[in-house]
């Protein structure tokens, strides 16, 4: 480790895009270095042991988006990676019912009747027009968003793709595509079913990590952004990453290694080094620098261009636009450790649906209420939370009996307001167990007996997230997934497509098209930008070429 | 039932958009009657609406409308809790008593890039919407096609960098999107108020934006028309009448009559039939397609239109008042102006945050204007009337609306309005509130909604009123729909009534 | 905590003709039917198939989804729902009917059971209930789901009218093809079925049916009954010509790719969309292609040889590549390669020589591609007149 180590290329932080192009660019023959400002790899996706003997996947929890075609290329299972299905989900009253979401088709039919016998078909629209949806956005994931203000033939190439797409599928078809990619999620909710308790149970999906209420315009996309997904090709099945999350990053780590790339962690980037508009390494904050013509940032836009670039290397236009590109914390969650399984005196013994996603809230006005909180700078009083005991599944996570609880809460703010003032340093003990206890005290609608069985909780807020992971005001996705903040404007237009206004600086993290979520999109899609501009596209492996 | 009368297009409602499609027809020479079902002819126009904004000068001439664009248009003063009002004429700002705004400059960059934008959009206002389906076999289509190419060029002559810009704000909120240009108060709080005017939003919600640049369509000036908007009405009920067309008050239709899916007539309240070869119906797309018969419509067609959104959230009081009142810090004349409660976008978001759940306004955002000071004619025995439109107040809330509940919307109000008028309740002799439920019941507006079904980016040109039905074009034969329902939407502009009935002349309908 | 709910069973559940079933079933060969389970074969396929087109069998029609339509205006809603004028259906007669979407596209087909002009039941493959909620919205009809309190069997074959009468529903002597009629209280009988042959459909409450069965079963021993599974069905079904939802075309509300709906123009009903009758949910959207002309047909083969050409792609010279084989099988009865095949226009209809199908056969292990013609057939490919004699002769 040294001053005057130069490298092919440097990617600047090892979450699971960095570690994508990392990974593209080193089997490319390129010579590449991650640096990573923690002790560990894996951003957000990540397995940490914070309680002898448990492993937490203590930011993302759950797996599909990852595409197949990168698993493929990568060959990541070989090193270690496996996607677990798991099964269904339910949201649990306060009057001891619930509704569970079987995977059995015919089980899921017959609790929608028990609830509801209007809405058993409607479920089978609903899932029409969304798994439609995904359909017609895959094919995009993995390809570059348009840039419409562009001349260039490779534009117009890819927005006659997109037009092309749009055409095939038909005028009624298009007219559902634009109504749905601007509604909300709510109003989509409320035009198929009839029973709140089923309208919140799928609602969830809609909001999660983002600061909008289920009833804000964009809503149903976000929903489709959590549903593009799929475990081995079944649309919209989510799975755990056997390990936790961190299986992901260490699979991309190992595949690198394998590649002859060099990971240097324990030390984060101080500034990317510019010189006469090129970019020429980055300066670590220990003071270690290192050369490169190419350095792509894995942090999100905000942090990559206003903490860590001298504003003196980029256009006004660029740093205003970088400025108001939208980054709201708006997500919390708690770690636990359990002594052993709760007991869930609504649900048989054994139900599939507990080893699912299981939730409490009831409607989607409680839902829209949990965001006025929000808004005002408080976390939730009657939260949303995303609830799984994903150790059932996975032995790795705890010691045999015992296991390990992840808990998604939406919405808990950054900024959080005391007094009539608003700042991520009103979280402290005091704050962060009260958010906790109103998380448990929920929970509790579920699981009773919940509180008699935690051994141990990491509670996290917004900005532990930030402060840990590096994500702006803890943001999952590096990026507010609203209609002005996706596709040629993602993070900022006339930049959509990896390249930043510094010659041979990338930005590969979520901020970039197509967005969060453990994707890996953004990561290839950036790799196959660098490998074209230095005249290697071919070396692009062809599942994601 | 008796035959009456025979036309070659029979109207349905007779508000401003009805009355300016039946202008529109009788000038090309076609015999046109509207029915209109209450009294008096204006519709909303003439009940809701208390300023004019918007009318679209193309309509405006070939109407012979013009004098009511003309005059000076109406400051707005941004009432401010600490009593440093924000007044904006046009794209000037600064503070009542004259001083100069920080925000100003800000400002009036804002919103010349809206108008710029505004501009753009405009042009597929006066147009069909482009069906996208691309039947690039199809003549009509490839005629919709190139006003949206046109569209996209003008775009393109933006610049690259206001192209960007304006890729990304048509679809953004008015909340982010002015504080990323200035700080919260007055001013932020008047933007983000007209950008949720007439809509079931909050100024958070994606998509206001768009509110914004439709309402600086045509400049975005307000008016205080000469004998108030009973004049306006009046004035488009007279170019009608100049142009031939036969108005009928005081009965509507009750049917739409059909055969061999094409209409052939209407029938009136009172049994009476009139023949026609094409109904325009400027009746909201549910009430219409109710009149036509169900039955008449596809399934997939009527799930649409019975789930529009169109929840009326505007309430209007007019409090008739002893006296003129006042407002400290403002001058005579600037008591003329429009006023505006929001100060702060925080503060109409959360004046959005009640309605969301069918509860009464807390702190709604209220316009408010006194147009006994301008115009001596409406004034009568040195009463005035104080007139106001408040957001965000729900259609029907638990439990429906009695007179306890009545009475706690306009005390809200007037204690709202006393902070900055002081004495007003003691002048307040009669207080009159048209909730969103007795808008509909009088004018038959869904929901009570201003623009008959919410100008949300989901529900506008292609897909305004609903999916598949964006051409005027009604699914059956000689039927089309001239009200707000219609692209390009709300506010009297009078061009869903021009568009449509230019649309009837070219399918050929009547030749 | 004042619920204490019952889980809902998992996976599929049994009729109450379940155990019935299960008693004579040799194979164990089950399949999922819309949440129950239904026999595929309950012994050996073959003999099942020849008894219904020798003797009689009985087949659990349970599952079916069944929904009553019902109140002043249930003609109105059925007329826009299907493309057949039901105006025109006679009190106590059933009648075939296909429903569209509002691209003409088919939703499902099914029967139409008309007890008067303002009381139907209508059965057919796909769940129904939300889409016929929205059908007669605006209008006054119930809509009942009937599919878990109607049970039924399907009585198929030359003996059938011999086996009723031994087992006292005699009454059913004059009842023509598709006529309906409620032969006991609370036991309906329909001359209808899936087979192209001499055959019944007996209702009755859900928890009536096991003693129906029973009753059928005793009375059944002189006539050769037997109980068959849905592979005998689905090869009397082609040989008569019958489409299957699923198989020959796919149900537009079910299809999660686009462009996979069909017209029943294409499918060849045009007999059974009725222009004339108003407007019915696709009518517009029918008559334009109607104008434009169709992309699909869907038209009955006969091929060489005597491989089942099930999934067997259709060319052109032996070189395009112009449709596929939907359902396939080897008649038995008519010793003929038949099938019903999806071509793309105008091949199948205007095009109708030079055909070939491309037959993939694995015999013992080694994989052969045979390539053989094919006739376009009009008729169906089994006719016989003792399924339309009234009264129905003894055998």
Known sequence: MGQHDTYDAIIAGAGHNGLTTACYLAKAGLKVLIVEKNDWIGGASVSRSLHDGWTYSNCSYVCSLLRREIVRDLELPRFGLQVIPYEGGASFTPDGDYFAYYSDHDALRREMFRHSPADVDAYERFSQTVIRQCR????FLLRNAPDPSSLRPRDLNELLFLLKKAHGLGAKELGETLRFWTMSIGDFLDEHFENDLIKAHIAGAGIIGTGLGVYSPGTAYVLLHHYMGDVDGAIGAWGFARGGMGAIANALGACFEEAGGTIV?????????????????????????YQAPIVASNMDVKRTFLNHTETKHLPEDFTRAVKRFKIRGSSGKLNIALDSLPEFPAAPKGSPFLRGDMHCSQSLNELERAYDDWKEGHWSKDPYFDMLIPSQIDPTLAPPGKHMMTVFVQYAPYDLEVNGVRSGENWNDETRKAFADCVFDKIEVAMPDIRKHVLHAEIRTPWDIEKEVGLTEGNIFQGELTFDQLLFNRPVPGYAQYRTPIDGMYLVGSSAHPGGGVMAAPGANAAREILRNIGKGDLMPKHAA | MSVSATYDVVVIGGGHNGLTAAATLAKKGKSVCVIEKAEAFGGMAREVAHLLYNLHPKVARELGLGALNEGKPLSTISLAEDGNHVEISGDTVRFADGAAHPDAAAYAEMIRRLKKFAGVLGQLSTKTPPKLDGGLTSLATLGELAGLAKMGLDLKRLGKKDMNEFLRVILTNA???????????????????????????GPRSPGTVFNLMYRLGQGGDVRLPKGGMIAVARAFEDAARKAGVDLRAGQGVTRVLIENDTVNGVELEDGTVINTRAVLSSAAPKATMEMAGIEHFDVEAARRMRH????????????TLKDAPSIKGLSWDQMKSRFLIAPSAAAVERSFNPVKYNELPTAPVIEAVIPTLSDVEVASDGRHILSANIQHVPHTPEGGWDDAKRRHVINTVVAQLETHMPGLAALVESPDLLTPADIEARTGAPGGHWHHAEMGVDQILTVRPVNGMAHYRFAIGGLYLCGAAAHPGGDVTGLPGRNSALQLLKDGVLS | MSKTPTAVPVGAIPTPLYERMEAISTTKSWANWAGYISPLVLDTVEFEYFAIRNQSTLF????????RISGPD???????LVTRDVAKLRDGRVGYALWCDEEGMVIDDGTIFRYTETDFLLCCQETMYSWLLDSAWGFEADIIDESHTIAGVSLQGPTTFSLLKEAGLGAVEDMKPFDLREVEPGLWVSRTGFTGDLGYELWTAWDDIAALWDRLWAAGGNWGLRAIGAEALNMVRIEAGFIAAGVDFQPVHTAMRLHRGRSPLELGFEKLVHFEKGHFN??????QQREDGMKHHLVKIDIGGFKPADGSLIYHRKKKEVGHVTSGVWSPTMKQNIALAEFKAPYGKAIQDDLWVEIYVNEEGQWDKRIVPLTVVDKPFFQNARSRATPPKSF
Do not use: W
């Open chain 1, 136 to 139: 017609f956005i895959r094919p």
């Open chain 1, 265 to 289: 962690t324990g030390s984060g980037v101080d500034q990317f080094l510019v010189k006469d508009g090129k970019t020429v390494g980055v300066a670590l904050e220990n003071g270690d620098t």
């Open chain 2, 175 to 201: 909340y982010d999107l002015v504080l990323d240009e200035m700080p919260d108060g007055p001013l932020a709080g008047a933007l983000c108020a007209d950008a949720v005017r007439g809509n079931f939003v």
């Open chain 2, 308 to 319: 529009m959104r169109c929840k009326g959230s505007v309430a209007k009081l007019t409090l």
């Open chain 3, 60 to 67: 659990d029609i349970s599952p079916m989804h069944k929904y």
């Open chain 3, 74 to 80: 249930a003609l109105k809603v059925l007329n826009r």
């Open chain 3, 282 to 287: 696709g009518r517009r959207a029918l008559l």
